[in-house]
């Protein structure tokens, strides 16, 4: 069965720092995987997707994430923080069901950003 | 472009209580789905739809039923609330652009906040 954990349920960074969250996918067969963001009070975003072609994707708001096979990991990474990144993300793999689609969630990662 | 809708944004139910979460989308989108979200859980599916007059179940359907009679509407309803159900819900939706249906992105609602007391 197709699975992702998130490592770290809270990270904090101060503004200007890099941003590193971590995401491990089990799957059997190529991953479809997606980073949304969740600010508060509000629904869930995308910010970045990979499907298939380059594994460094890039995604709105400077944030950016690489695909590595053989680490089963798609990080989620911003060179410099702002306070406007804090929120929760997850990441998600997409799986076929039934007829359709459906994504399998992360646990879900919260970003905390100090001034 | 209002994209997906979702009301009510709040409710309080009394154990036992029956209600409906109306989801709406205007982006002509084939898939729709239900999560709820709790925490440290992410979010996890509740029921399906691929289309009109289809559904299916998730991983969590107990304790609630979906209907799909058109594109654009997904309710779900809550038969008899229980405070196990206290969440938040999200309703999303979908289309293909390729033939694999894996590859298209979800657009999610602002989420209903559901306690059960």
Known sequence: AQSVTQLGSHVSVSEGALVLLRCNYSSSVPPYLFWYVQ??????????????GATLVKGINGFEAEFKK???SFHLTKPSAHMSDAAEYFCAVSVIYNQGGKLIFGQGTELSVKP | NAGVTQTPKFQVLKTGQSMTLQCAQDMNHEYMSW????????????????????TDQGEVPNGYNV???TTEDFPLRLLSAAPSQTSVYFCASSYSET??????EAFFGQ???????
């Open chain 1, 39 to 52: 600010y508060p009070n509000q629904g869930l975003q995308l910010l970045l997707k990979y499907t298939t």
């Open chain 1, 70 to 72: 053989s680490e089963t």
């Open chain 2, 35 to 54: 999560y709820r979200q709790d925490p440290g859980m992410g979010l996890r599916l509740i029921h399906y739809s691929v289309g009109a007059g289809i």
């Open chain 2, 67 to 69: 209907s799909r009679s």
């Open chain 2, 99 to 104: 033939q694999d249906p894996r590859a298209t």
């Open chain 2, 111 to 117: 989420g209903t906040r559901l306690t059960v007391v």
